[in-house]
């Protein structure tokens, strides 16, 4: 939520819904790539193209998009990655009473 006392409201991101790598902008042939978000409205670790995995995607998802969780639940019922379910279950219970 934007912060309404003040003059430019301000946010913070939660999660994406875009790929890391499509956060920077797709390269063409000659022209330069335009980033989708201004990289100055991305948290730092964000702003550096290099990086392929971050908490605002977890569970090494590319973004989170429905095909994307379908994907982890895919992933979770194969059982085959090593604590991927005690992780998913950890984060699922945080907060919970």
Excluded: C
């Excluded at 569970?59 to 604590?83: C, I, P």
């Amino acid at each position: 939520m934007p912060k309404l006392d003040a003059d430019q409201p301000e946010y913070e991101l939660e999660y994406l819904t875009f790929s890391l790598s499509r956060l920077h902008g797709v390269k063409t042939s000659d022209a330069d790539a335009q980033p989708l978000i201004p990289l100055a409205n991305l948290p730092d670790v964000l702003r550096n193209e290099t990086v392929h995995e971050s908490s605002y995607a977890p569970y090494a998802l590319e973004d989170l998009t429905v095909g994307s969780w379908a994907g982890l639940g895919w992933r979770l019922g194969r059982g085959s990655e090593e604590g991927l379910r005690a992780r998913f279950r950890r984060f699922l219970y945080v907060g919970g009473s």
